[in-house]
């Protein structure tokens, strides 16, 4: 069956410190991989996409994403992380457009001073 | 350019009221969706239609209808809401195609959610 697991519920960094949030998968085929984040009260904005190429995706707002398929992981990294950047994380695999998108349950960041 | 509406932004219901939530699109796209989002379970795909004149069930189709009324509006109706459905409820829209021909996938865009209370 297809699913994306994000093992951790809630992660709290500090402020300019690295961050590094966990998505694995399982899907049939070679899926496109994405990365979404919600802020509180908002719908979702797209951080970053994955399907072929390079397997280091670079994104906005100074995220990354690396893919392993031998490890069937998509995880989502910042270098140093902002206040801004609490919020909701969401990773999601699919097959081409028009067919459905599957979403884990997500990771709330909170960022401590 | 609005993107994706939906209305209404918040609504409260009694157990087997029925209603229906409104979803439109300024951006043209082929592919609308609608999510419901709970607490500790991520966003969970209800139907989508992949083109105008076309609908399919997600994982979570149970107590719900949808109509693709035209490209730009996509509703999802509830006959008779109970509370389980109790959710914030999201439309989203993506671009088909690609320059190169194939069906590559996109973004998808969200809209604001509605928040449905069923008592």
Do not use: E, V, Y
């Given at each position: 069956a297809q699913s994306v697991t994000q093992p951790d519920i809630h992660i709290t960094v500090s402020e300019g410190a690295s961050l590094e949030l966990r998505c694995n998968y399982s899907y049939g085929a070679t899926p496109y991989l994405f990365w979404y984040v919600q802020s509180p009260g908002q719908g979702l904005q797209l951080l970053l996409k994955y399907f072929s190429g390079d397997t280091l995706v670079q994104g906005i707002k100074g995220f990354e994403a690396e893919f392993k398929r031998s490890q069937s992981s998509f995880n989502l990294r910042k270098p140093s992380v902002h206040w801004s950047d609490a919020a909701e994380y969401f990773c999601a695999v699919g097959a081409v457009a028009g067919t459905a998108l599957i979403f884990g349950k997500g990771t709330t960041l909170s960022v401590s001073s | 350019n609005a993107g994706v509406t939906q209305t209404p932004k918040f609504q409260v219901l009694k157990t087997g009221q029925s209603m229906t939530l409104q979803c439109a699109q300024d951006?043209?796209?082929n592919s609308m969706y609608w999510y419901r989002q709970d607490p500790g379970m991520g966003l969970r795909l209800i139907y989508y239609s992949a083109s105008e004149g076309t609908t399919d069930k997600g994982e979570v189709p149970n107590g719900y209808n949808v109509s693709?009324?035209?490209?730009?509006e996509f509703s999802l109706r509830l006959e008779s809401a109970a509370p389980s459905q109790t959710s914030v409820y999201f439309c989203a829209i993506e671009k088909q195609g690609s320059a190169m021909g194939f069906a590559e996938r996109n973004e998808q865009f969200f809209g604001p959610g509605t928040r449905l209370t069923v008592l």
């Open positions: - | 951006m043209n796209h693709r009324l035209n490209k730009r």
